[in-house]
């Protein structure tokens, strides 16, 4: 989706304002989010992907003016209400009203931390062959589904070069909608700053992006 | 609070309670704090209560990331590189498979990527879309890597990103941003500094910014070092 997440080359932001001794959490309540989205997305089957897109999907005004794990708890609430692991109307009481279905892996419970202590894997075993190669001429294509995707809107139309394959890994765009991981071709493609931003841009800056292979065409 | 005047993440906030205030009629930032808290407990209480979330387990995770993990173990990996080279060499190759072999530093996921800082080019990594960041090796991102001004300004002026660090490269330097789209991640091995010969790889991690591995500082060696 077009959505405010979608930031890269916006004008307008202001300065980068690094917090000397940043701590890890700047509120008690910031921790037990993260904590709680970790679990729910190990074993509650709100998949990355999806909490990527329910993060998205928040409404500008409040993506824009909510600190981050502020966007994470509102995501998550929105999700455990859609995906019916808890009601509205619960989290208001703040308690259990009702018996709830079965998280699809079961209580997240102090054995199960190595799980999320590693990242997972999301490479899977190729279909087809790779249709493109390292220095291969690639046009990201012009592409704005109302859904999920990875590709971001400042690379759209325009030509890069294939850097390297990355393998093939979930296809987020799918994931992301109970669609299946459909896997796909990952591939870092470079992009030259004047393609990108124009004659004023800064010519030694190059760009990449990590595309999946639908996301490319051959480009002459 | 530990939020100083002028931080990013404060204005964020007020902004956060200027957003609520009809909802909510509260009328200064503590009040709308206190909500979001009073929220994240009830929604804790609720999954407990049904039996998904434990809250020792909840304490583990969190505990993990504030005292386990952090850019102690980057700089690890990257004083490593910098003392042997066959290290470095399977570093650049395949960073997982080569941190893999480092005891003292853990396993991290597949797909992270190591990239040089060489005198011809500065590498810099940012997540235009959201927040994707080497969390085994940095820890958890602080809040400007996730926030508007960095996502949105990284890939189009990274020398005015860098200026707002105090870093200044050489005009002919090339600058790579890497745009983490993807489940890859992406760790900078930047240059080690002059001065530096002869350093034990203990001595040569303190000197290893968690910034200089995201591309935004260099590595910080103290006007005083002793030999």
């Given at each position: 989706?077009?959505?405010?997440?979608?930031?890269?080359?916006?004008?307008?932001?202001?300065?980068?304002?690094?917090?000397?001794?940043?701590?890890?959490?700047?509120?008690?309540?910031?921790?037990?989010?993260?904590?709680?989205?970790?679990?729910?997305?190990?074993?509650?089957?709100?998949?990355?992907?999806?909490?990527?897109?329910?993060?998205?999907?928040?409404?500008?005004?409040?993506?824009?003016?909510?600190?981050?794990?502020?966007?994470?708890?509102?995501?998550?609430?929105?999700?455990?209400?859609?995906?019916?692991?808890?009601?509205?109307?619960?989290?208001?009481?703040?308690?259990?009203?009702?018996?709830?279905?079965?998280?699809?892996?079961?209580?997240?419970?102090?054995?199960?931390?190595?799980?999320?202590?590693?990242?997972?894997?999301?490479?899977?075993?190729?279909?087809?062959?790779?249709?493109?190669?390292?220095?291969?001429?690639?046009?990201?294509?012009?592409?704005?589904?109302?859904?999920?995707?990875?590709?971001?809107?400042?690379?759209?139309?325009?030509?890069?070069?294939?850097?390297?394959?990355?393998?093939?890994?979930?296809?987020?765009?799918?994931?992301?909608?109970?669609?299946?991981?459909?896997?796909?071709?990952?591939?870092?493609?470079?992009?030259?700053?004047?393609?990108?931003?124009?004659?004023?841009?800064?010519?030694?800056?190059?760009?990449s992006?990590?595309?999946?292979?639908?996301?490319?065409?051959?480009?002459? | 609070?530990?939020?100083?005047?002028?931080?990013?993440?404060?204005?964020?906030?007020?902004?956060?309670?200027?957003?609520?205030?009809?909802?909510?009629?509260?009328?200064?930032?503590?009040?709308?704090?206190?909500?979001?808290?009073?929220?994240?407990?009830?929604?804790?209480?609720?999954l407990?209560?049904?039996?998904?979330?434990?809250?020792a387990?909840?304490?583990?995770?969190l505990?993990?990331?504030?005292?386990?993990v952090?850019?102690?173990?980057?700089?690890?990996?990257?004083?490593?590189?910098?003392?042997?080279?066959?290290?470095?060499?399977?570093?650049?190759?395949?960073?997982?498979?080569?941190?893999?072999?480092?005891?003292?530093?853990?396993?991290?996921?597949?797909?992270?990527?190591?990239?040089?800082?060489?005198?011809?080019?500065?590498?810099?990594?940012?997540?235009?879309?959201?927040?994707?960041?080497?969390?085994?090796?940095?820890?958890?991102?602080?809040?400007?890597?996730?926030?508007?001004?960095?996502?949105?300004?990284?890939?189009k002026?990274?020398?005015?990103?860098?200026?707002?660090?105090?870093?200044?490269l050489?005009?002919?330097?090339?600058?790579?941003?890497?745009?983490?789209?993807?489940?890859?991640?992406?760790?900078?091995?930047?240059m080690?500094?002059?001065?530096?010969?002869?350093?034990?790889?203990?001595?040569?991690?303190?000197?290893?910014?968690?910034?200089?591995?995201?591309?935004?500082?260099?590595?910080?060696v103290?006007?005083?070092?002793?030999?």
């Amino acid at each position: 989706m077009n959505g405010v997440h979608d930031m890269g080359g916006m004008d307008g932001f202001g300065k980068v304002e690094p917090e000397p001794n940043e701590p890890t959490f700047h509120h008690d309540w910031e921790s037990r989010v993260m904590a709680m989205v970790r679990v729910m997305g190990a074993n509650g089957g709100l998949g990355i992907d999806s909490q990527r897109f329910a993060r998205e999907s928040l409404p500008p005004e409040g993506y824009l003016a909510s600190s981050y794990y502020k966007k994470w708890f509102l995501a998550i609430e929105d999700q455990i209400i859609a995906s019916n692991i808890a009601g509205a109307d619960e989290i208001a009481a703040g308690h259990s009203l009702r018996p709830s279905p079965p998280l699809p892996r079961g209580k997240f419970t102090l054995d199960d931390l190595p799980r999320i202590s590693v990242r997972g894997s999301f490479g899977r075993d190729a279909k087809a062959p790779a249709m493109f190669k390292p220095g291969d001429k690639v046009r990201a294509k012009n592409i704005n589904p109302l859904t999920h995707t990875r590709l971001p809107r400042y690379v759209r139309g325009h030509v890069g070069i294939v850097e390297r394959i990355n393998g093939c890994h979930v296809f987020p765009d799918t994931a992301a909608h109970g669609k299946g991981e459909n896997p796909q071709w990952l591939y870092t493609v470079v992009f030259a700053s004047r393609e990108l931003w124009g004659d004023d841009a800064d010519p030694t800056l190059k760009v990449s992006i990590d595309a999946f292979e639908p996301y490319l065409e051959k480009a002459e | 609070m530990g939020l100083g005047a002028g931080l990013g993440y404060s204005s964020l906030m007020a902004h956060d309670h200027d957003h609520t205030h009809d909802r909510h009629d509260h009328d200064h930032e503590h009040s709308e704090l206190s909500e979001t808290q009073l929220r994240v407990r009830a929604l804790e209480t609720v999954l407990t209560e049904k039996g998904y979330v434990d809250p020792a387990a909840l304490d583990a995770i969190l505990e993990f990331y504030e005292t386990k993990v952090g850019p102690r173990n980057g700089a690890r990996v990257v004083a490593k590189a910098w003392t042997d080279p066959a290290f470095k060499h399977a570093l650049l190759d395949d960073a997982t498979a080569a941190i893999g072999t480092l005891g003292h530093v853990g396993r991290v996921g597949d797909h992270l990527i190591a990239v040089e800082n060489t005198p011809q080019r500065h590498n810099m990594v940012v997540c235009t879309l959201c927040s994707c960041y080497p969390w085994e090796m940095l820890g958890l991102p602080p809040v400007w890597y996730k926030a508007s001004p960095y996502r949105s300004r990284a890939v189009k002026d990274p020398r005015g990103v860098l200026a707002d660090f105090g870093v200044t490269l050489p005009a002919a330097t090339e600058i790579r941003v890497w745009d983490s789209t993807a489940e890859t991640r992406f760790l900078v091995l930047p240059m080690r500094p002059a001065g530096t010969e002869g350093w034990s790889e203990e001595r040569l991690a303190d000197i290893v910014t968690r910034d200089s591995m995201i591309g935004t500082g260099l590595p910080k060696v103290a006007p005083k070092a002793a030999p």
